[in-house]
């Protein structure tokens, strides 16, 4: 009876001792499972294949390469004023009289740099020169005028239609003119943006002096520029192309 009772006994802390190791094993691997790491006893049901965390590397962002500006228009332009016997190249210092409502000058862009040019049948000599160029239909004109003011205040205003040309009011009044498209009999006057068509070529800007003309401190600097496409334009609205024709205007 007593060796019965201590073979019992000796089961039973085998017993014991077999579940301690188990229950080891068991949250031992509960541990590695966690940590994706091989479990040391394979059973509880189903074999464990630990997983293996891919790590995808984030590619550096693409840079963005905007494209270098070139200009490939050729046109040669000039600034003419009428003599009163002819169109006459601007290339000396222009001087004029600022005073309010007084008309500084009329300034004729023209395709060409020829010192002289008739001044009578101006559409078709105009369209004679522009068509010596292979981007003739795209070719449209502009202008800017910089100067500075009393305080210091830098002016520069880029002028392609008469919506731009209103803002260079009270400073100087600005007017533009389409030569090219006159229609015959109807009187000459400056293009208001109702008449602005995409054929509409402002060949000329005249410059009256207007009521705060006097707090211009600088000598007027007038370009005449050619333009066909938007590219032609910095980020500011400034032309940035090779056609143009500049001159400055003083008073006197």
Request: proline share 5%; net charge negative.
């Amino acid at each position: 009876m007593l060796m019965k009772k201590k073979t019992i006994i000796i089961l039973l802390i085998i017993i014991l001792i077999l579940l301690g190791i188990l229950a080891s094993i068991y949250f031992i691997d509960q541990n590695r499972m966690k940590n994706n790491e091989p479990v040391l006893f394979s059973t509880w049901g189903k074999d464990y294949t630990p997983v293996k965390e891919t790590i995808v590397e984030e590619e550096p962002p693409i840079e963005k390469i905007e494209p270098k500006y070139v200009d490939n228009n050729t046109v040669k332009l000039g600034i003419y004023v009428d003599n009163g016997y002819n169109l006459e190249l601007v290339t000396q210092d222009y001087y004029c009289d600022w005073s309010p409502e007084n008309v500084m000058g009329l300034f004729y862009a023209v395709p060409t740099q020829e010192e002289t040019l008739p001044n009578t049948d101006f559409d078709t000599m105009w369209k004679n020169y522009i068509n010596e160029y292979p981007n003739a239909k795209d070719c449209r004109i502009g202008y800017s005028l910089e100067f500075t003011l009393n305080d210091g205040t830098e002016m520069y205003y880029t002028i392609l239609n008469p919506d731009d040309a209103y803002y260079t009011f009270p400073k100087v009044m600005s007017f533009l003119y389409d030569d090219v498209n006159l229609v015959p009999g109807k009187a000459y006057y400056h293009i208001t943006q109702d008449v602005m068509y995409d054929y509409t070529i402002c060949s000329s800007i005249k410059l009256v002096g207007d009521v705060d003309t006097y707090t211009i401190a600088s000598d007027i600097k007038l370009t005449a520029f050619c333009f066909d496409s938007e590219d032609d334009f910095d980020e500011n609205g400034h032309y940035r192309g090779n056609s143009f024709y500049t001159i400055t205007i003083k008073q006197y």
